[in-house]
């Protein structure tokens, strides 16, 4: 074994070894939870080490990234996730190679991904990306982008829209309505806002039986994200260690 499979692992160890006690401590069944190795900056080698140590879903954030590394790791049997946030001249590219996106926020990337997904003769699993940022009370319309920005909100729909995203989703040609996905506001108790992303999800789920997916948690959170009902984590650091230049 290669210095560098050593390392990833015992990362891969350490994560499953968290994730089992997360689920101990919450009375859950481990094998509800599906483990998304977050890749970007680390080369296409390390997602060849990860398949062959069990590792199969695999998260990017950039197409720019994401697309030469799909390319390299065809040959793999891997399921792609697109975490990132997703703008509309990328939909095309992106919906070529990914499974599931997460990062759906707005009605007009919605319109995108489905006309993408059936030029592609592809059905493509879509996450509603929920804002734990705007605290209650914010209006509706959502904080100005120079405020967000100050603030480091992460992005996502607000509490209100996001039951109309969903539905669109689940009538959009192409789409298939996965679920929801959130990132934990930076600086903050992760555990609140995780809880208010399960009521949400149980909402959607109400409305929509098949949208099971809570996409939640990350290297520093999943154990928070998981006592709350998170069925997708996304890991990168804690499995793959510090963000580096990527080498080919």
């Known amino acids: ?3 560098r499979k050593d390392e990833l692992a015992a990362g891969l160890a350490e994560v499953r070894r968290r994730v089992g006690a997360a689920c101990l401590a919450a009375g859950r069944d481990v094998n509800e939870i599906t ?20 590792v199969t879903d695999i998260a990017e954030n950039r197409d720019q990234e994401a697309a030469p590394k799909v390319a390299e790791s065809s040959d793999l049997p891997l399921t792609w996730h697109f975490v990132g946030r997703l703008q509309t001249n990328k939909v095309r590219s992106v919906v070529a190679y990914a499974d599931v996106v997460h990062s759906v926020d707005r009605s007009r990337l919605i319109t995108a991904l489905s006309a993408a997904a059936v030029r592609a003769d592809r059905t493509l699993r879509c996450l509603i990306q929920v804002s734990l940022d705007v605290p209650p009370g914010e209006p509706s319309g959502g904080p100005a982008d120079d405020v967000a920005s100050e603030r480091g909100w992460r992005g996502g729909a607000l509490f209100p829209e996001v039951p109309g995203l969903a539905e669109a989703v689940a009538g959009a040609e192409g789409l298939e309505l996965g679920g929801v996905m959130a990132v934990a506001p930076l600086g903050a108790d992760p555990a609140p806002g995780f809880a208010r992303l399960a ?28 006592a709350s009902g998170a069925t997708h984590v996304r890991v990168g650091t804690a499995l793959l260690g510090g963000r580096q230049a990527i080498v080919r």
Do not use: N, W, Y
């Open 1 to 3: 074994m290669s210095a």
């Open 35 to 54: 483990l998304i190795a977050v890749t970007k900056t680390f080369p296409a080698s390390d997602i060849r080490l990860l398949a062959e140590l069990g």
């Open 199 to 226: 009521e949400m999800a149980a909402a959607v789920r109400a409305a929509h039986p098949g949208a099971t997916i809570i996409s939640a948690g990350m290297s520093g959170d999943l154990e928070q994200a998981i």
